[in-house]
T-cell receptor, first 114, second 108 residues
Framework: ETGVTQSPTHLIKTRGQQVTLRCSSQ?????VSWYQQALGQGPQFIFQYYREEENGRGNFPPRFSGLQFPNYSSELNVNALELDDSALYLC?????????????FGPGTRLTVL | LAKTTQPISMDSYEGQEVNITCSHNNIATNDYITWYQQFPSQGPRFIIQGYKTKVTNEVASLFIPADRKSSTLSLPRVSLSDTAVYYC?????????FGAGTRLAVHP
């Protein structure tokens, strides 16, 4: 049990729509990261938040945005959905005192864009 | 950010020891080496992490030579349930980079 939950589990949208994915991490985990994982590939880093501020971003366009809230929850928003946005979206939280790259991942949200 | 290279796939049999080697020639002085395991349609799960020499926990061992340019994840006596993708990562506190990973298939 990692303590990281994500909702919804599955989601189907159509091209051009907007989507919001949610993540809830453990108390004391002030760092949260979001990843996109296409079928058969490794997770690709989207961005990271620490105490409600973005402090790292991967090679994703601005239509991918996020929010982190004081209650250890966070959101990933994607505007103007494209077919290639179909993927498993993962969030991961990191304990404040963690060394290195230890993160706790949620089960993911499977997004299908038609 | 350090780039990692690991085999695309490996096969093994139940009860055998499996060693997966990862090369990271450009590892920075402060970088840790971290391994994750991922089952289909699940999030990656942290296995083990080290900085130098050898680290062992209840599921795996991690061997790191003195130059830290490579590392080896050792899984003792694998079972069918160890069939998964294994990722090696280094550095990148605020930009964790996953490669394609190593697909391990354990056969009866």
């Amino acid at each position: 049990e990692t303590g990281v939950t994500q909702s919804p589990t599955h989601l189907i949208k159509t091209r051009g729509q907007q989507v919001t994915l949610r993540c809830s991490s453990q108390s004391g985990h002030n760092t949260v990261s979001w990843y996109q994982q296409a079928l058969g590939q490794g997770p690709q880093f989207i961005f990271q938040y620490y105490r409600e501020e973005e402090n790292g971003r991967g090679n994703f366009p601005p239509r991918f945005s996020g929010l982190q809230f004081p209650n250890y929850s966070s959101e990933l928003n994607v505007n103007a959905l494209e077919l290639d946005d179909s993927a498993l979206y993962l969030c991961a939280s990191r304990p404040d005192r963690a060394l290195g790259n230890e993160q706790f991942f949620g089960p993911g949200t499977r997004l299908t864009v038609l | 950010l350090a780039k990692t290279t690991q085999p695309i796939s490996m096969d093994s049999y139940e009860g055998q020891e499996v060693n997966i080697t990862c090369s990271h020639n450009n590892i920075a002085t402060n970088d840790y080496i971290t391994w994750y395991q991922q089952f289909p349609s699940q999030g990656p799960r942290f296995i083990i992490q080290g900085y130098k020499t050898k680290v062992t926990n209840e599921v795996a061992s991690l061997f790191i030579p003195a130059d830290r340019k490579s590392s080896t994840l050792s899984l003792p006596r694998v079972s069918l349930s160890d069939t998964a993708v294994y990722y090696c990562l280094v550095g990148g506190y605020n930009k964790l980079i996953f490669g394609a990973g190593t697909r391990l298939a354990v056969h009866p």
